[in-house]
């Protein structure tokens, strides 16, 4: 198994650029999320999705989008890139039970 | 909401000591998972313990166990005989069952003296 994959792991935007960050999991896992992680903030999760088809928000949803046609993918949109959107980027799934949640290795983005 | 505090951002520990880190929770829940996460300077994220809130006994992983009050909504993890390679951030995190988000603290950055 690859696990949690992340596409790219670097990226530079203009501001008002558009991209989508890749995630996907080969484990067939239901749940699957996307955090931010700040300096100084920890980890906040954006959004979350329980299954495919279905998508909530999260603490920091404001800029971005997903949807979560298939089970294995979950890709994150930026529609605007601002430079407040300048972070690193994990991905993460889990199983119901055991309920261990596996990260992807990041995406850092920079917005300038 | 439920929030998720570390109150230590730093800490320093000499090699084959062993460390507190603390978390505090608030939660007007009953039923919730507390983990512990580790973050290497590998970036990767790496689960070092999990605690049901139902359990009563206090979980551990070889070097690693926690100390589970739930009455004062305390997580902390202790790491004993600290090795080189403990040196991370460390990241408390609460998930409810209810809607299933995880909520992460702002992280504890250990660091291991030789």
């Known amino acids: 198994n690859a696990g949690v994959t992340q596409t790219p792991k670097f990226q530079v935007l203009k501001t008002g650029q558009s991209m989508t960050l890749q995630c996907a999991q080969d484990m067939n896992h239901e749940y699957m999320s996307w955090y931010r992680q700040d300096p100084g903030m920890g980890l906040r999760l954006i959004h979350y999705?329980?299954?495919?088809?279905?998508?909530d928000q999260g603490e920091v949803p404001n800029g971005y989008n997903v949807s979560r046609s298939t089970t294995e993918d979950f890709p994150l949109r930026l529609l605007s890139a601002a430079p407040s959107q300048t972070s690193v980027y994990f991905c993460a799934s889990r199983q119901g039970h055991p309920d261990e949640q596996y990260f992807g290795p990041g995406t850092r983005l920079t917005v300038t | 909401a439920q929030t998720v505090t570390q109150s230590q951002p730093e800490m320093s520990v000499q090699e084959a000591e062993t460390v507190t880190l603390s978390c505090t929770y608030d939660t007007s829940e009953s039923d919730y998972y507390l983990f512990w996460y580790k973050q290497p300077p590998s970036r990767q994220m790496i689960l070092v313990i999990r605690?049901?809130?139902?359990?009563?006994q206090n979980a551990t992983e070889n070097r690693f166990s926690v100390n589970f009050q739930k009455a004062a909504k305390s997580f902390s993890l202790k790491i004993s005989d600290s090795q080189l390679g403990d040196a991370a951030m460390y990241f408390c995190a609460y998930r409810s069952p209810r809607d299933d988000k995880i909520i992460f603290g702002k992280g504890t950055r250990l660091h291991i003296l030789p």
């Open positions: 605690q049901e809130a139902y359990k009563q």
């Open positions: 999705s329980v299954g495919a088809g279905i998508t």
